[in-house]
């Protein structure tokens, strides 16, 4: 099983930014699709930003294109979600796993990011 470690999440005033990090343990990663997800208080987990394997490739939800950008340096197995412009609606505990997710894979306790106004 990968072990999947989320960081970089805290509590940050409206317009603000946030670099979220994710850590891959177990596996390497680098020859496979990569994603963050985010979960509001009372809602389901929803994608937020998709990297391919080379890096080549990013994809974002509607809802943060143009504010956030999703990275990876394979060679240390991290992704990265830099987060500018920060809006309340922002505010969900943050996940990263391969994409689409994996048996193989255990999601992490995610970063709690709290955006206020």
């Known amino acids: 099983q990968v072990q999947l470690v989320e960081s970089g999440g805290g509590l940050v005033q409206v317009g603000g930014s946030l670099r979220l990090s994710c850590a891959a343990f177990?596996?390497?990663?680098?020859?496979?699709?990569m994603a963050w997800f985010r979960q509001a208080p009372g809602k389901g987990r929803e994608f937020v930003a998709h990297?391919?394997?080379?890096?080549?490739?990013?994809a974002y939800a509607d809802s943060v294109k143009g504010r956030f950008t999703i990275s990876r340096d394979n060679t240390k197995n991290m992704m990265y979600l830099q987060m500018n412009s920060l809006k309340p609606e922002d505010t969900a505990v943050y996940y990263c796993?391969?994409?689409?997710?994996?048996?193989?894979?255990?999601w992490g306790q995610g970063t709690q990011v709290t955006v206020s106004s």
């Open positions: 796993n391969v994409n689409p997710p994996s048996s193989w894979t255990n």
């Open positions: 177990g596996r390497t990663l680098s020859n496979f699709g």
């Open positions: 990297i391919n394997w080379s890096g080549d490739y990013t």
